[in-house]
């Protein structure tokens, strides 16, 4: 089946940089939306970044003009470039796609998440 793998997660200091990467194996023709989602200890599972097939790309409001989201349709690779990090960054990081198309049909998938800690 479709698989998700994350990686580049780690310790960085606030005002840091961090990138993070996801790569989708499996038979997969296409996918539609790739993108990221976060969960910091004691909270929901929360929306950061997405990108369609078409690049075109959404944010949270914590996190529009610090972080960037990527991908490489030929690789069915996604990115999240991580700039000017806060404390409240911290969170396990979960790399997320939806629509993906492969010979069986359509699937959604979740990474098994990759943690960010930001310290003051």
């Known amino acids: 089946q479709v698989q998700l793998v994350e990686s580049g997660g780690g310790l960085v200091q606030a005002g840091g940089s961090l990138r993070l990467s996801c790569a989708a194996s499996?038979?997969?023709?296409?996918?539609?939306?790739m993108g990221w989602y976060r969960q910091a200890p004691g909270k929901q599972r929360e929306f950061v970044a997405a990108?369609?097939?078409?690049?075109?790309?959404n944010y949270a409001d914590s996190v529009k003009g610090r972080f960037t989201v990527s991908r490489d349709n030929a690789k069915n690779m996604v990115y999240l470039q991580m700039n000017s990090l806060k404390p409240e960054d911290t969170a396990v990081y979960y790399c997320?796609?939806?629509?993906?198309?492969?010979?069986?049909?359509?699937?959604?998938?979740w990474g098994q998440g990759t943690q960010v800690t930001v310290s003051s």
């Open positions: 499996g038979s997969i023709f296409s996918i539609n939306a």
């Open positions: 997320n796609a939806e629509g993906i198309v492969t010979m069986r049909g359509v699937f959604g998938s």
């Open positions: 990108i369609n097939s078409d690049r075109r790309a």
